[in-house]
């Protein structure tokens, strides 16, 4: 994957992973999470199934030359709209359950993301949002360990002509 070149690691982070999942063509949209489904109302138009990114707290080490290293985990909050109910009656009625399978899915295409600039993606948590009417809501938490050079000063080649007269030799 041809990763971008935004210097800020959360940026980096968040444009790899959004267009790492619409590769993936798992989602319909990706964007940064600021809680929308608490307001819908106040949303633009929003196209299901959606990932919002989450970034929790960084916890940064120095590592020398002003590059640090930092333990992130990263909320993937994945909505879908409901298909139907979910309740099993009898054998001839599925339940709407496929949302289930998106999150699989999207587990798998983040185990499958590489970048050089962080380690694997490991899910840690998954937790279900049930506080909306016609909304799944998923929340799947990875972590990852990443290094963040964007401190780290720039060197530069520079060239200079150095003319050293005749040497010579006496024994």
């Not at 985990?73 to 979910?86: C, D």
């Not at 962080?118 to 799944?136: E, K, M, P, V, Y």
């Not at 990443?146 to 005749?166: C, M, N």
Request: hydrophobic residues 35%; negative net charge.
């Amino acid at each position: 994957m041809a990763e971008t070149p935004i210097k800020s690691i959360r940026s980096r982070l968040y444009t790899d992973i959004a267009q790492h999942l619409l590769d993936s063509k798992l989602v319909k949209q990706v964007d940064l999470y600021n809680d929308q489904f608490s307001h819908l109302d106040e949303e633009s138009v929003i196209k299901y199934p959606c990932v919002l990114i989450e970034f929790s707290d960084i916890s940064w080490r120095q590592l020398g030359q002003h590059a640090q290293q930092g333990e992130i985990t990263i909320n993937l909050h994945v909505a879908t709209r409901s298909k139907g109910r979910t309740t099993i009656a009898d054998r001839s009625t599925p339940p709407a359950i496929e949302y289930l399978e998106l999150l699989d899915a999207l587990h798998i295409a983040m185990r499958d993301l590489r970048l050089a600039y962080a380690s694997t993606f490991t899910r840690t948590a998954s937790s279900t949002d049930h506080d909306h009417d016609d909304l799944i809501v998923n929340v799947e938490s990875f972590r990852t360990i990443v290094i963040d050079e964007a401190a780290r000063p720039r060197t530069k080649t520079v060239q200079r002509d150095i003319r050293i007269g005749t040497v010579t030799a006496k024994r």
